[in-house]
């Protein structure tokens, strides 16, 4: 094979391998650390464990209680505070998996984020029992029912990433045959190609997760939802920006191992 031949289909390997790595791995990913179930539901309970998140149910239940018996609102701060506390024990850990549950389900097909504090009553009164026990009694089971964490509509829907799989799938097929057709040909030049393309791969992967939580952030008008939703996507994608250091590492490799091959071929018999 020519030279400009050679530098036409190495140019398109290293261009298929950088969008196409790119866009396979993301969406991989995206199938399985967020559109799935099983993936998003661990990291979300852990994020909506937090201390922010604590935050926001104590305020609710403090309200609740202050609707029941005004007097409350006198010491609202460290009740908020006690309660927030309360909440870090391992008790509550399925409260945390509930919201986190309801809220992969908003995020798919729609709605609030609803978590059900009645089971949590005695659990979450036991800090105003304590001081005031006549005044836990009274408070209604009625007032520790939903609550909505998120109102409807103020979610963006997770798109179904079965389109962008199958283009990206059928790209990164295409590019591997240019792949194997210039690896047969021209092996140091495949080996370049597919490690600056992995390499361009690895960097666009890892650019793509350092933009997420602030894009998770930018349509949430509360700040203490915007908190939580940065901190859940930097959560999730953590183990995005692993692969793209990987695919990177792993691009430089194959540009070194060429440099090898190279230097073999080059050297005197």
């Known amino acids: ?21 790119a866009a396979l791995t993301v969406v991989v990913w995206y199938a399985g650390a967020v559109r799935d179930e099983a993936g998003f539901v661990p990291v979300a309970a852990e994020v909506l464990a937090s201390e922010p998140a604590r935050r926001l149910v104590a305020e609710e239940v403090v309200d609740r209680i202050v609707r029941f018996e005004p007097a409350v609102a006198v010491v609202r701060g460290p009740a908020e505070s006690t309660i927030a506390a309360v909440l870090a024990s391992p008790v509550f850990a399925p409260l945390a998996e509930e919201a986190a549950r309801s809220l992969h389900g908003a995020l798919l097909v729609g709605g609030p984020v609803v978590v059900d504090l009645g089971p949590w009553r005695d659990e979450l009164l036991a800090p105003l029992a304590a001081l005031a026990p006549a005044v836990a009694e009274a408070v209604p089971s009625e ?3 939903p609550f909505v964490f998120v109102d409807a509509g103020r979610l963006p ?40 393309g992995l390499g361009l791969a690895g960097t666009l992967v890892v650019a793509v997760a350092a933009g997420l939580p602030d894009r998770a952030g930018a349509g949430l008008v509360d700040p203490g939802h915007r908190v939580l939703a940065v901190a859940l996507a930097d959560r999730l994608a953590a183990p995005l920006t692993v692969t793209g250091v990987v695919e990177a590492s792993v691009g430089v490799g194959s540009v070194l191992a060429s440099a090898v091959v190279i230097r073999r071929r080059s050297a005197p018999s």
Do not use: E, H, K, Y
């Not at 094979?1 to 790595?21: I, Q, Y």
């Not at 591997?176 to 140091?188: D, I, Q, S």
């Open 1 to 21: 094979m020519s030279g400009a031949p050679r530098l036409l289909l190495g140019v398109a390997v290293a261009t298929g391998t950088a969008v196409f790595g």
């Open 157 to 196: 829907r997770l798109p179904d990433p079965t389109p962008w799989g199958i283009a990206a799938a059928i790209g990164a097929i295409g590019t591997f045959v240019l792949l194997l057709v210039l690896l047969r040909r021209a092996v140091a030049v495949g080996l370049v190609a597919f490690g600056v």
């Open 143 to 145: 007032l520790f029912g």
